[in-house]
């Protein structure tokens, strides 16, 4: 097209055709951020839900652990009582081993829980 067939109305219709294409675009380029952002929270969001809940299985296997051990140290205590008697080197094996794995159990959840990359 020439410049003599365009009248000054056309140019004007042109230029409004291509302002809100230019701003449908950007609508759309921000809506796309929008969801993007909305989507990396939703994520988070479910990685705290598992990390909470795993954290919290963790604590109940610790303290049933610890509660166990504790009713073996005070059956070991009453052995002149009762059937339950262990040798002391197998109770400072299950001592140790215990609180070794209650330790790690709580390594590995408290790494998982604040040292992901």
Known sequence: MTESSLSPDKVHKHKEQLFSSDTLIQQKAVTSEEKAAEQKLRIREDEHHIRTTTNNLLAWI?????FLTEIIVILQGFSDY??????????IAFLTTSLGTVLGLWGIGLGYYFFKK
């Open 62 to 66: 610790s303290v049933w652990w610890l």
């Open 82 to 91: 009762y059937w339950f008697s262990l040798s002391d080197s197998v109770m």
